[in-house]
């Protein structure tokens, strides 16, 4: 929602494109600080996780979902939602090997 705010904006001020790429990656970093923050203080929550998680893919942060997901297995190991999320983007990215190592 907030996203679509914000291009509607950019699109209403005319901004170019780098200037709305500059705003757009500001955006995604501040949000991902703010999750950053939650998962620091609460990280059993799984919902939060989730929802992180689903942000990074929404926004195509692959690196970033890699190291988020990473961290989440560490803390859930035996949650198979994380685990096929984690094969997932190991296949979008185009690495298979790595898919299957995970399974």
Known sequence: NLDKLRRLRAR???????AG???????VRHVCNVFE??????????????????????TGSRNLFSGVVRRA????????ELWVAACGNEMDVGNAHAARVLM
């Open 21 to 27: 790429a500059r705003v757009e990656g500001s955006c």
């Open 37 to 58: 923050r939650g998962v620091r203080r609460f990280p059993a929550s799984e919902g939060l996780w989730s929802e992180y998680l689903r942000f990074l893919q929404d």
């Open 12 to 18: 209403r001020l005319s901004l170019s494109a780098r």
């Open 73 to 80: 297995l560490s803390l859930r190991p035996r949650d198979a």
